[in-house]
Nanobody
Framework: VQLQASGGGLVSEGGSLRLSCTGS????????VAWIRQAPGADREFVAA????????YYADSVKGRATISRDNARHTVTLQMNSTKPTDTAVYYC???????????????WGQGTLVTVSS
């Protein structure tokens, strides 16, 4: 499985960002896909995940109510929309997939290269 994340950049506080993850390989469409972020000097943090068919979504408390994750298996794409951004959302955002015991974790097997999001105050 190869994952390609895109859409990062500079966002003003309170603005919106939209990240996309494109996956290759049939396993992508059969896997839970997650967004995980890592702020400077911090550990990786689970952000959101979507089930194989897109019928279940999971969010970290830090983004609940501000983020929406969705997927389009026909286009092999998972999207993270985040509104009302905060400087604390500044991080490298990774998409990841694969079998995990706990969806709200960072223990995914396959990872993309990450895309940097900077939220300025």
């Amino acid at each position: 499985v190869q994952l390609q994340a895109s859409g990062g950049g500079l966002v003003s506080e309170g603005g919106s960002l939209r990240l996309s993850c494109t996956g290759s390989g049939s396993r992508f469409s059969r896997s839970v896909v997650a967004w995980i972020r890592q702020a400077p000097g911090a550990d990786r943090e689970f952000v959101a995940a979507v089930s194989m068919r897109g019928d279940f979504t999971y969010y970290a408390d830090s983004v609940k109510g501000r983020a929406t994750i969705s997927r389009d298996n026909a286009r092999h794409t998972v999207t993270l929309q985040m509104n009302s951004t905060k400087p604390t959302d500044t991080a490298v955002y990774y998409c990841a997939c694969g079998a995990v015991r706990e969806v709200r974790s960072t223990s995914y097997v396959f990872w993309g290269q990450g895309t940097l999001v900077t939220v300025s105050s």
